[in-house]
């Protein structure tokens, strides 16, 4: 005994070390996770040769572009939230990243619209500089000029006025002088006296007063010779009195001043004489006269104006407003400014007759390329490995909704990366609890859930050594599970029931574990047969996804079977009646043999057509349900929750139709010709937005199509099979070869291709699988197909079921994954609840009951068994529905009500009444009796 212990002891250990060692890598599977289907394709598929050769001959390019929709409202203006897009792009540092928006459409409109004007501004200035040039030297010669011919004027006019005004002073002061020397010598000694003496006198007395001035003696001499002739030499004095000699004075001050100034007919007309003699020299009339009137100081101002008046009519209309600031100006730096405000002037007048344009009506329809509503977009081209980078910083504000396939992956990531957590917890404690309350034990849950639990663990371990080495796509993860949890319960709790059946039948611990392992292990093994070589068929797809899902099943069926039929009995035998703690021996109550279980199970075989007609109604009633009403879509964005990628692409599709668009390649083996017939035929499609002629070689052509779908849409498959047939046409009419790749032919063979592998090969696979398993283990043929046809039927009520919740009341489409999980989950794993009751079915045949004794005890006794395995499979899959995907939601409603109807309907009712009615050939064709 102590040997059994210590082997026990050891093999717990051994396990122990490896589910650590495996577990140890479980958190890195998620960072090496594969979101993208396309990437887990065959090499050997169209779509994939096509990229191939489009890389090889186009190129393949490491940039991406992210269209961003952002929503507009009254307090942001368009500029405000444009330009929170363009921060972003700004702050961050990556070659190549560039954004497109109405903002830069703009002002690249508004660039080119200033370019115009300008162009028109420079034309019209051609001839204005040079004119405005013109125009100055032109004033500023005038104006010199007119200042030189002042500056002349007024220097005669001074001279002679101050010439004229000295000779009147002098002759003024002679007559006085002579007035003197009348009274002194005159009078006093005439009749001595003569007018000789009295004028040389007077001459002598002005020149020892004023000075030598010649003008003196020739005004004396005159004056003298005319009193001579009138008066004699010696007149009385009053004679001399009486012939005014101050009038002859004068008299002949005016015709000396005359014989000076020939033309100088009045002392004070001297500007007029000055301004003959100049024009009689020659001067211009017109700068004669400018210079007379700006005065002796040359008024500036006003030689401003007269020049302008000048020039008014002669200048252009555009100079004439400046002539003011150009006339009389030595700084040439006005002609610059002159030119300048001119320049202005003609813009401002250009652009009043053809105003800018407006952001909200850019010509070309441009701007309801960008706007739409409330809606506007921008166009981020950056790097494949920033676009993650730069959505996180993007919707910080939640109205910005970037897009692009690769955003929408990312979202993808980043939901699934957060629901794990949750939902291994919440499958964890939902487990745990129902475990607890159908056992009615805590030390065997504990350690069931703990072994569960490495288990699961340790299969993200090994799947993260599958990853590193190939690729894995992320339903792998969510998918071990449910599976690991489920199994592992149902396989826990009937071993753990049957333990303490034996000892309450009085067998020893030791026995009864023997006795338990004898019966129950090879249903366990068989179960586990049919679910990992059922579920593991997914590994002979050609589709990398699917064959990490098929593999990631098997890898969790193996380590469950470990836990299960090796680790927990070994466990068992160590603690012994402890695996029963707190309630031991009493823990059998009422959950062993449940009363309301017997009863359907009677009832079921005293009247086995009735039940056999109301299922066959209800699941006709269901076909007819999904028949006419479900929806598929092979859209992962509809079965998102409402990120910002999936309300942004929504946008997209209802108010920017262009922009949801994706890329299809035909590639033509053949002559140009054919290329050319088919371009044209692409050409005509309503679905085509874009088609050219991307590549023409040596009997290769590569047309590249823009269509007007995004890369996941269901709209792909029906232009797929439309871009074949055109290519089709074109190769029986040229004789050519023609492939279709691109977003098209992905979507065709990641949907339809998977399809008619699955509908074709896989699902016969599973049924053969569970046929020839449990027709070996049940030496039976009919049991197994019993069992598959029951499944149907229940596959068939949950899936109606599920389509009315999600279709009917939610509006989401279902999935067209969502049968495959289904039909595959409940082949393999739906079979242990029928696997529990027909051994057991079988052991009370043995032991010399009845058929109809034998299947009421057998649904008596594993009933409550299979109807706790059921809730907890149920509650392991209904933990998914806190996911926010809504694929997963509704694999958790589709699986946890098609468990429920399977256990609680299907098994206790259906399977009795089918046993009853087969009768003997239950066990056809091996033994009938």
């Not at 006296?193 to 004028?199: H, Q, Y």
């Not at 797929?720 to 492939?739: D, F, P």
């Not at 009370?844 to 009951?849: F, K």
């Not at 509650?875 to 694929?887: R, T």
């Amino acid at each position: 005994m102590n040997t059994r212990r210590a082997k026990s002891i050891a093999v717990i250990i051994a396990w122990l070390l490896v589910m650590t060692y495996l577990a140890y890598y479980s958190g890195r599977v998620f960072g090496v996770l594969t979101y993208d289907e396309t990437q887990l394709m065959p090499s050997n598929i169209e779509p994939i040769i096509v990229s191939n050769i489009v890389n090889r001959y186009i190129g393949s390019s490491n940039e991406t572009t992210l269209i961003v929709v952002i929503k507009l409202n009254g307090s942001d203006s368009i500029w405000s939230r444009l330009g929170y897009v363009g921060n972003v792009v700004d702050s961050i540092d990556a070659p190549n990243i560039s954004v497109v928006n109405l903002v830069t459409v703009y002002n690249d409109v508004y660039s080119r619209y200033n370019e115009s004007i300008n162009n028109a501004t420079n034309e019209i200035m051609s001839n204005v500089t040079q004119s405005t040039w013109s125009l100055y030297w032109s004033l500023n010669n005038q104006c010199r000029a007119v200042i030189s011919i002042n500056r002349e004027y007024y220097s005669m006019v001074s001279d002679i006025s101050r010439k004229i005004e000295n000779e009147l002073n002098a002759t003024l002061n002679y007559g006085q002088l002579l007035y003197q020397e009348i009274r002194s010598y005159y009078l006093r000694n005439y009749p001595n006296a003569s007018l000789d003496m009295l004028f040389l006198l007077t001459t002598r007395d002005y020149i020892n007063e004023y000075g030598y001035n010649p003008y003196v003696y020739e005004l004396a001499n005159k004056t003298l010779k005319q009193l001579k002739g009138l008066l004699g030499p010696s007149p009385t004095p009053y004679q001399l009195i009486r012939a005014n000699v101050t009038g002859l004075l004068l008299n002949n001050y005016e015709e000396i001043i005359r014989q000076e100034y020939p033309g100088l007919y009045s002392v004070s007309n001297v500007t007029g004489y000055v301004y003959q003699k100049l024009m009689e020299e020659g001067i211009n009339e017109t700068t004669l006269k400018l210079a007379a009137l700006i005065g002796p100081n040359a008024n500036i101002n006003l030689l401003r104006l007269l020049i302008t008046q000048e020039f008014v009519n002669e200048t252009p209309v555009l100079l004439k407003p400046y002539i003011y600031q150009l006339a009389c100006n030595n700084n040439t730096s006005v002609v610059i400014s002159v030119i300048d405000e001119v320049r202005n002037g003609i813009t401002t007048v250009l652009m009043q007759q053809y105003p800018p344009p407006n952001i909200l009506n850019l010509p070309d329809n441009l701007t309801q390329k960008f706007l739409n509503g409330i809606y506007t977009v921008a166009f981020i081209t950056l790097p494949n490995n920033y676009e993650d980078y730069v959505y996180n910083l993007l919707v910080r504000k939640d109205w910005v909704y970037p897009v692009s396939t690769g955003v929408i992956l990312y979202e993808l990531e980043k939901i699934v990366t957060s629901d794990v957590n949750i939902i291994d917890k919440t499958t964890a404690i939902l487990v745990f609890v129902t475990m607890i309350s159908m056992l009615g034990t805590l030390i065997g849950p504990i350690v069931s859930l703990t072994a569960l639990g490495l288990s699961y663990l340790a299969s993200l371990g090994l799947l993260y050594g599958w990853a590193v080495n190939f690729r894995l796509y992320y339903l792998t993860v969510y998918m071990i599970a449910p599976i690991i949890f489920g199994i592992g319960v149902d396989y826990s709790m009937l071993i753990l029931s049957r333990y303490l059946e034996e000892r309450i039948r009085g067998f020893g611990k030791d026995e009864a574990l023997r006795i338990t392992l004898s019966r129950v292990r090879p249903t366990i093994l068989t179960s586990a047969s049919v679910v990992g070589f059922g579920l593991g068929s997914f590994a002979i797809s050609r589709y990398g996804y699917i064959q990490d899902i098929g593999i990631g099943f098997i890898i969790a069926v193996s380590l469950t079977l470990i836990a299960t039929a090796i680790v927990l009995p070994e466990a068992m035998r160590l603690l012994g009646d402890l695996v029963l703690w707190p309630m031991g021996l009493r823990a059998k109550s009422v959950e062993l043999r449940t009363a309301f279980l017997s009863r359907m199970a009677r009832f079921a075989v005293r009247r086995p057509k009735t039940v056999l007609v109301v299922f066959l109604a209800i699941t006709i009633v269901a076909l007819i349900y999904l028949v006419t009403t479900i929806s598929i879509t092979t859209d992962p964005v509809q079965v998102m929750p409402n990120t910002p990628a999936k309300i942004g692409l929504s946008i997209l599709i209802n108010h920017f139709r262009n922009y949801d668009y994706s890329t299809a390649y035909l590639v033509v083996y053949g002559n140009e010709t054919s290329a050319l017939a088919l371009l044209k035929s692409v050409e005509g499609q309503n679905y085509v937005i874009n088609a050219f002629m991307s590549y023409n070689g040596t009997n290769l052509y590569i047309i590249t199509v823009t269509v007007n779908q995004q890369s996941l849409s269901d709209k792909l498959i029906p232009i797929y099979i439309s871009l074949r047939e055109l290519a089709n046409e074109i190769s029986r009419e040229y004789g050519v070869k023609v492939l279709v790749g691109g977003s098209p032919s992905y979507k065709y063979y990641f949907v339809l291709g998977f399809e008619r592998e699955y509908y074709g090969l896989i699902l016969y696979v599973m049924i053969a699988i569970n046929v020839v398993i449990l027709t070996i283990y049940m030496k039976s043929v009919m049991i197994p197909l019993r069992l598959v046809s029951t499944v149907l039927m229940s596959i068939t009520w949950s899936l109606a079921l599920t389509t009315a919740v999600f279709q009917g009341l939610m509006g989401v489409k279902t999935y067209w994954l969502l049968p495959v999980i289904l039909i595959s989950l409940l082949l393999s794993v739906g079979t242990d609840y029928d696997l529990f009751i027909i051994s057991r079915f079988r052991e009370e045949i043995i032991n010399g009951y009845s058929d109809y004794e034998a299947i009421v005890r057998a649904v008596e006794f594993t009933g409550p068994v299979v109807t706790g395995a059921a809730l907890v499979l149920a509650m392991a899959f209904a933990s998914l529905a806190l996911s926010s995907i809504y694929i997963l939601k509704q694999v958790a409603l589709a699986v946890a009500s098609s468990v429920i109807i399977d256990s609680f309907l299907v098994r206790p009712l259906l399977v009795p009444a089918i046993i009853v009615l087969l009768g003997k050939y239950n066990w056809w064709p091996f033994n009938q009796k």
